[in-house]
């Protein structure tokens, strides 16, 4: 079963808007990932930030982490025809593996 | 520069047909595995590779078996095909595990007929 739960679903916003998308969690972790995919493409990572970080930043993407609330937000700033993708998060566990991923968001960008 | 291979990309099988999804990866990565994605939905793991010589099962196994032939290849084999299982197969490398980055395939569209 997955553990991440992105929120929304979807997302339609104009060129030049900021995109803000949320995944939820269930159980400790060691780290969260967040993830872009492109229509019939493979996964591509974005940025990684650790149970002990509480904001990262990259380029145009800030990502922040609530470990009391199991959540975690990607924020896309001042959002491009290009960034009109997937967007999942993904969690990982010191004890597992595996990557334990949610459903996606879904994110366009009109011109 | 390669990262991840994966072959097919593309593959229509009858019911029942056998075929397996070739994956190879040049980055000198443990960890290794393999997914399926359906429409409008996540990545669902079907079977990963610790490291060389150990595979374990997935949330998803059924009606699947894996070969880790090397360290650089991770095969996924289906036996008798069924419809269920036309999706997106997507093979992945890391480090070591769930604590780094995975790096992606392209994938294999796969439709059962």
């Known amino acids: 079963s997955q553990q991440g739960e992105e929120d929304p679903q979807a997302l339609s916003i104009q060129e030049g808007e900021n995109a803000t998308m949320n995944c939820s969690y269930k159980?400790?972790?060691?780290?969260l990932q967040w993830y872009r995919q492109n229509s019939g493409r493979g996964l591509v990572h974005l940025i990684l930030?650790?149970?002990n970080e509480r904001e990262k930043h990259s380029g145009r993407l800030r990502v922040t982490l609530d470990t009391s609330k199991k959540s975690s937000s990607l924020l896309i700033t001042a959002s491009r025809a290009a960034d009109t993708a997937s967007y999942f998060c993904a969690t990982g566990m010191d004890s597992n593996y595996q990557l334990i991923w949610g459903a996606g968001t879904k994110l366009i960008i009109k011109p | 520069n390669a990262g991840v291979t994966q072959t097919p990309k593309f593959q229509v099988l009858k019911t029942g047909q056998s075929m397996t999804l070739q994956c190879a990866q040049d980055?000198?990565?443990?960890?290794m595995y393999w997914y399926r994605q359906d429409p409008g939905m996540g990545l669902r793991l079907i079977y990963y590779?610790?490291?060389?010589?150990?595979?374990d099962k997935g949330e998803v196994p059924n009606g699947y078996n894996v070969s880790r032939l090397n360290k650089r290849e991770f095969s996924l084999r289906l036996e008798s095909a069924a419809p269920s299982q036309t999706s997106v197969y997507f093979c992945?490398?890391?480090?070591?595990?769930?604590?780094?980055?995975?790096?992606f395939g392209a994938g294999t569209r796969l439709s059962v007929l």
């Open positions: 992945a490398s890391s480090e070591t595990g769930g604590l780094y980055v995975q790096y």
């Open positions: 590779s610790a490291s060389e010589g150990t595979t």
């Open positions: 930030i650790r149970s």
């Open positions: 159980t400790s972790i060691n780290n």
């Open positions: 980055m000198n990565h443990n960890s």
